[in-house]
Nanobody, 126 residues
Framework: EVQFVESGGGLVQTGGSLRLSCAAS????????IGWFRQAPGKEREGVAC????????VYADSVSGRFTGSRDNAKNTVFLQINSLKPEDTAVYYC???????????????????WGQGTLVTVSS
């Protein structure tokens, strides 16, 4: 069974930082690009970052570029998302998932991803 488990969320003040983790099991982790997504209350799930399988290249949504940094440790089957300069609009549940269509990140589209975790809540207070 494939499992993704996110952790690291919490309550932070505007301008603060968090490091989210995503631990995977049940798949050959190094074969998959891994995406980070978020879903705010009443809004659709949106892709914010992706870390490629093949060369470790990254793609970011415009709304988070320069503040979010993705990385991966294939030896530990784990992907990270460093979030800096947090804003209230970053408040959401953050999810990771595997890209089942390509090894190298392109656009971060929900339909290309599977094996969703339960998410970790990030709340940014103003």
């Amino acid at each position: 069974e494939v499992q993704f488990v996110e952790s690291g969320g919490g309550l932070v003040q505007t301008g603060g930082s968090l490091r989210l983790s995503c631990a995977a099991s049940g798949l050959t982790f190094g074969d998959y690009a891994i995406g980070w997504f978020r879903q705010a209350p009443g809004k659709e799930r949106e892709g914010v970052a992706c870390v490629s399988a093949s060369d470790g290249s990254k793609v970011y949504a415009d709304s988070v570029s320069g503040r979010f940094t993705g990385s991966r440790d294939n030896a530990k089957n784990t992907v990270f998302l460093q979030i800096n300069s947090l804003k209230p609009e970053d408040t959401a549940v953050y999810y990771c998932a595997a890209n089942t269509m390509r090894r190298r990140c392109g656009t971060i589209r929900v339909y290309e991803y599977d094996y969703w975790g339960q998410g970790t809540l990030v709340t940014v207070s103003s």
